[in-house]
């Protein structure tokens, strides 16, 4: 794209998103709206950040890198599919601190959102609820008669556990992992690359072969076969397990042989002598890892998509991949699975939509997420390098086809399979929430630094959580 062209399309996107839309109707409800300008002040209260008409739709966005990043992108994944089904909508789109404006913000202000696209595994909890912004949207599905069943079904077992007996979000997007890896050096150990389906057992096996060193001219350079990051890992596990008891509220359940199966599965990778875990983002940066587990936004990041990343994010990625000698030489593949003949991934990385009961366009946002929802809208996103939460082998096959940056690289991989499906706790059980456990500490503390057994370390960190549960239960928290 020319710099000219693409300076226009920033400055148009800029004022399509920092302006209302125009038109005579504003709310698609009739009725629905606020009293008066809405101002949402700095955290001391002295300085007015945002001022929101009152018939303004306000749309925070968090937990989206790319969104927040770039205007260009806000429109183009965003902004665009609202304007055209809904011409006459005003709807500002605000990325989490911009202007400084964060959760804290609402709270001071009094101030919220009508729309918050979040992450809904951690933050349902963590902020949604802090924050008091929760509000089951099953009434309106019902006035709408919104068809959850299209969703996928994994992202929707999280919805239903962490809404305790209600549906607090709507899965939109998942910002799923992927296995990268570095085909020269495949070619160079003759190894077959990896492929869909291709078990934990095989990608240890091709792990030993591919951990190395040699001599490149003065210099010698030493090959890591494969790091994926065990915090991810854990938490978005293969077996769709959660870090909490089925049946008694408050109470972390780790120890246990299904727990001690998928840590020691991905302990032994680590247990390869030159092996040892640093990163994933050495894979690009130095070259000096050989398969690499990340996530689509890395994908967009490192094939450095022009319209989401600003110029010298982009440079930068360039200048690691030539300086590494990887620019050119890698493709992704589905990540490995726990079992022969399986097709299941993670558990999905999903961000959904939630509308704080603070909003009094209530209607008008449920209408806008329907639309957002739709296949039309999905399949868009699909193009433009999003995966979203509805699956259809037209959506699947569609992904990245807008995105020039991604040609050549098997993009089947994005879709492929089907998210690890969790257990859903009842309301009694599953409480006000999900408790922000130290889950890391399995790994990188007590395994990777002071060298215990992966069951000593399910047990450490099981007792030491409970604990703490207590102890802020004492203190009066619910969650």
Do not use: C
């Amino acid at each position: 794209m020319r710099a000219s062209r693409r300076f226009a399309i920033l400055m148009l996107a800029a004022a399509l998103l920092l302006l209302p839309a125009s038109g005579a109707l504003a709310a698609l409800v009739e009725g629905e709206g606020y009293s008066g300008v809405r101002k949402i002040l700095s955290e001391d209260g002295s300085t007015v950040l945002l001022e929101l008409e009152p018939d303004e739709l306000f749309i925070f966005v968090t937990n989206n890198k790319i969104m927040e990043k770039s205007q260009a992108a806000r429109e183009r994944l965003l902004g665009q599919y609202i304007r055209e089904r809904f011409p006459d909508l005003k709807f500002r789109i605000v990325v989490w601190d911009d202007m400084g404006i964060r959760e804290k913000n609402f709270e001071i202000s009094g101030v919220y959102p009508d729309m918050v696209l979040e992450l809904i595994d951690r933050n349902t909890t963590r902020t949604i609820k802090t924050y008091g912004m929760d509000y089951d949207l099953t009434p309106l599905i019902e006035k709408y008669n919104f068809d959850l069943s299209r969703i996928d079904e994994a992202s929707m077992a999280i919805v239903y556990d962490r809404s305790t007996g209600g549906v607090l979000s709507i899965p939109f997007e998942i910002n799923d992992y992927i296995l990268f890896y570095n085909k020269a050096i495949f070619d160079k150990k003759n190894e077959p690359y990896p492929y869909a389906g291709m078990t934990y057992d095989e990608a240890y096996e091709k792990t030993q072969r591919l951990t190395f060193a040699e001599e490149v001219g003065d210099k010698i350079m030493s090959y890591k076969g494969y790091q994926q990051h065990p915090d991810q890992y854990l938490k978005l596990n293969q077996l769709g397990l959660i870090p909490f008891s089925l049946t008694e509220r408050d109470k972390v359940v780790l120890d246990t042989p299904e727990w001690l199966q998928v840590v020691e599965n991905m302990s032994r990778f680590y247990d390869i002598p030159g092996n040892v875990w640093n990163k994933t983002d050495d894979f690009w940066q130095k070259g000096s890892v050989v398969m690499a587990v990340d996530h689509i936004e890395r994908l967009l990041q490192v094939a450095m998509v022009e319209d989401y990343w600003p110029a010298n994010e982009r440079e930068q990625w360039l200048k690691w991949q030539m300086d590494a000698g990887v620019l050119g030489n890698w493709d992704i593949a589905p990540i490995p699975v726990m079992f022969e003949g399986d097709d299941t991934i993670y558990r999905p990385n999903v961000n959904g939509w939630f509308i704080p009961k603070q909003s009094q366009m209530k209607e008008t946002a449920f209408q806008v997420i329907m639309h957002l929802l739709s296949d039309e809208v999905q399949m868009g996103r699909a193009k433009d390098g999003m995966k979203g939460v509805v699956n259809t082998p037209e959506i699947a096959a569609a992904y990245g086809t807008n995105l020039p940056e991604l040609q050549g690289l098997n993009l089947s991989a994005v879709y492929w399979g089907k998210g690890a499906v969790q257990p859903v706790r009842s309301p009694e059980v599953a409480g006000g929430g999900y408790w922000d456990i130290a889950l890391w500490k399995v790994y990188r503390l007590y395994i990777i630094q002071q060298g215990y057994t992966p069951e000593i370390a399910l047990k450490r960190v099981e007792q030491e959580e409970n604990q703490w549960i207590q102890e802020r239960i004492a203190e009066g928290r619910e969650f």
